[in-house]
């Protein structure tokens, strides 16, 4: 016998951005954020409750994965385990449709997948704010995967009120996000230490201060589909994001020479009349972001600069969701 349960997750990339806890353990934003799910990336995630395995197990691609990576879904696993008193372990297996190694970050579709899977595997008949808690365990970023298209994660102040919500359907607005990947190294530093260097630099303080500010002119610039006002505060964000990494110590420096080559390559297409943005998480690649009608223009000139070794691209993507067993 077992409780089985197998979900699909998007990835989403943040306009605003998450960096730096109030509390590290429950990962609690010290801001809150808003970004899209990307459909066209997705990750698929069994999970198997069954009484006759001796511990958890996580099945990546079919390589079996312990340490860290493993403690990290064993927290998800524990509290769907707390809630439903269900004593089973777990198996857990999964798969990304995108490139691994190509520099595009899957935990928060992979922790999403896992939650939403885990949760209905159990019997559990969570909310999605509950979903989206859960998920927040694994990776803070991945309760933004929950819920669909357009969210925003209220960072609240506790594990209870911390999670995120859809502020407009995928189809609200017909933006793609055409990924340029300059590097597929895997990063030196991920997310999970850098939200705990965010402290040590100087320039945290005023980035958190004027966070509500930037959050409130993107949310607005997304339910009027203004591109010109999301283009300002998507690139100030990134850009205030990078140069708290910058000064951390020690410090992040995530940039390639040919991120810095799309950065202006993008800011010369966006003088010229092509409306286009750039954003960049805790990695060198860059997501450039258009109206759908643009997209296969500003892929083929993404294609052509030098330093970049292929281009993903995505649309707005829907809730995380449960496809059988
Ligand atoms: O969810 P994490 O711990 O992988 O952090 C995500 C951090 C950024 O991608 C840099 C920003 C964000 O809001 O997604």
């Not at 707390?82 to 798969?95: C, I, K, P």
């Not at 520099?103 to 509950?130: E, M, P, R």
């Not at 020479?257 to 750039?278: F, N």
């Amino acid at each position: 016998m077992a409780h089985t349960a197998t979900a699909i997750a998007h990835p989403n990339i943040a306009f605003i951005k998450y960096w730096g806890n109030r509390d590290h353990q429950a990962r609690i934003p010290s801001n809150g954020s808003l970004s899209m799910n990307l459909a066209g990336l997705t990750t698929r995630t069994t999970v198997a409750f069954r009484p006759d395995l001796p511990a958890d197990r996580l099945i990546l691609h079919g390589n079996d994965i312990r340490g860290a990576a493993l403690a990290r879904v064993q927290a998800v696993l524990d509290r769907v385990r707390a809630q439903t008193g269900l004593n089973w372990h777990a198996e857990v297996r999964s798969e990304n449709n995108f490139p691994t190694g190509a520099g595009i970050a899957s935990s928060a579709s992979a922790f999403a997948a896992l939650a939403v899977a885990a949760a209905h595997a159990a019997g559990w008949q969570a909310s999605t704010k509950d979903l989206s808690r859960l998920a927040r365990l694994g990776s803070g970023s991945a309760c933004r995967s929950v819920p669909a298209g357009f969210v925003e994660w209220l960072a609240g102040a506790s594990d209870e009120d911390s999670y995120a919500i859809s502020i407009a359907p995928p189809k609200h607005w017909a933006l793609a996000d055409c990924i340029a990947i300059v590097s597929s190294a895997h990063k030196a530093v991920g997310s999970t230490q850098g939200h705990r260097l965010a402290e040590t630099s100087p320039l945290q303080q005023a980035r958190v201060a004027d966070a509500p500010r930037r959050l409130r002119l993107c949310r607005e610039a997304v339910l009027q589909r203004d591109f010109a006002a999301f283009a300002e505060v998507v690139e100030a964000d990134c850009h205030i994001m990078h140069a708290v990494m910058q000064t951390s110590r020690p410090p992040l420096i995530y940039w390639e020479p040919a991120t810095l080559a799309v950065m202006h390559a993008v800011r010369r297409w966006r003088g010229e009349g092509l409306p286009v943005a750039y954003t960049i998480d805790a990695g060198p690649n860059v997501h450039v972001l258009c109206p759908q009608k643009h997209a296969a223009a500003v892929r083929s000139r993404l294609e052509a600069l030098e330093g970049v070794q292929r281009v993903l691209a995505a649309t707005p993507g829907g809730a995380t969701r449960v496809i059988g067993k």
